[in-house]
């Protein structure tokens, strides 16, 4: 089934390859990034942690900010999974992310398929084995809602987006932003996405998107490693 094979290809923009087809029809969908806690969905993060809502957002606003402020660049290793209703396991990739200061992102999947997504000068790469298809961000409101969103949440924007509607939770580990896109489209894609933030450093640890139906992806961050030197032609697709 042609669904699930774009599935198990898993690219965090991608996790929305299932929508590839309405893209190329409506042009307006697909996905990336980078949530949990008032879904249902059933993992770590649950209810169950204790999260209580955050009125005031000065404090959480200062300290994403001063860790954007203070990060040129940005590495992690991270594990995606993508749990589908339809299937009894989740499905697993791994693979490698890195950010550069101030708009240079890269997606790097090497397990079970290698898969490539970068965001480079205004413009959205796709490496799917050997081929490379590119974007413009701004000629679809879907991909340039995500470039915003994952932008936002490595720059410390989150509290004062004016994309989504924005909730902030917490309990004794972890920010956690609830987040809603007020573009109809998007929202039919992906109606909530939600980031945790650790409080230790104020990075991102995970991400989850909440899908229309029970279907939900989640990303988990870690070997994190802040301002070592990355080339620029690390974001070049080739």
């Given at each position: 089934?042609?669904?699930?094979?774009?599935?198990?290809?898993q690219s965090p923009v991608c996790i929305y390859?299932?929508?590839?087809?309405?893209?190329?029809?409506?042009?307006?969908?697909?996905?990336?990034?980078?949530?949990?806690?008032?879904?249902?969905?059933?993992?770590?993060?649950?209810?169950?942690?204790?999260?209580?809502?955050?009125?005031?957002?000065?404090?959480?606003?200062?300290?994403?900010?001063?860790?954007?402020?203070?990060?040129?660049?940005?590495?992690?290793?991270?594990?995606?999974?993508?749990?589908?209703?339809?299937?009894?396991?989740?499905?697993?990739?791994?693979?490698?992310?890195?950010?550069?200061?101030?708009?240079?992102?890269?997606?790097?999947?090497?397990?079970?398929?290698?898969?490539?997504?970068?965001?480079?000068?205004?413009?959205?790469?796709?490496?799917?084995?050997?081929?490379?298809?590119?974007?413009?961000?701004?000629?679809?409101?879907?991909?340039?809602?995500?470039?915003?969103?994952?932008?936002?949440?490595?720059?410390?924007?989150?509290?004062?987006?004016?994309?989504?509607?924005?909730?902030?939770?917490?309990?004794?580990?972890y920010y956690l932003a609830v987040l809603k896109?007020?573009?109809?489209?998007?929202?039919?894609?992906i109606p909530k996405i939600k980031i945790f933030?650790?409080?230790?450093?104020?990075?991102?640890?995970?991400?989850?998107?909440?899908?229309?139906?029970?279907?939900?992806?989640?990303?988990?961050?870690?070997?994190?490693?802040?301002?070592?030197?990355?080339?620029?032609?690390?974001?070049?697709?080739?």
């Amino acid at each position: 089934m042609e669904t699930v094979g774009i599935y198990y290809r898993q690219s965090p923009v991608c996790i929305y390859q299932s929508h590839y087809t309405m893209i190329k029809k409506l042009s307006v969908n697909i996905v990336i990034f980078l949530a949990l806690l008032l879904s249902n969905s059933t993992n770590v993060f649950s209810q169950k942690n204790d999260f209580v809502k955050v009125s005031d957002l000065k404090e959480i606003s200062e300290k994403i900010s001063d860790f954007s402020n203070s990060t040129n660049t940005l590495t992690s290793d991270f594990v995606q999974e993508k749990h589908l209703s339809v299937l009894d396991q989740a499905i697993i990739s791994k693979g490698k992310f890195a950010y550069k200061k101030e708009n240079k992102i890269l997606w790097q999947y090497f397990a079970p398929i290698n898969y490539t997504i970068a965001i480079n000068n205004g413009k959205f790469y796709i490496k799917d084995e050997k081929k490379i298809s590119k974007y413009d961000i701004n000629s679809n409101p879907v991909f340039k809602q995500i470039n915003k969103l994952i932008l936002s949440s490595v720059k410390g924007d989150i509290v004062n987006s004016k994309e989504f509607d924005v909730e902030f939770f917490k309990n004794n580990n972890y920010y956690l932003a609830v987040l809603k896109p007020k573009d109809e489209n998007v929202k039919k894609v992906i109606p909530k996405i939600k980031i945790f933030f650790n409080k230790t450093d104020f990075s991102v640890d995970v991400v989850e998107m909440i899908e229309n139906s029970d279907d939900f992806t989640k990303i988990t961050f870690s070997n994190k490693k802040k301002n070592q030197n990355l080339p620029d032609n690390v974001f070049n697709i080739k």
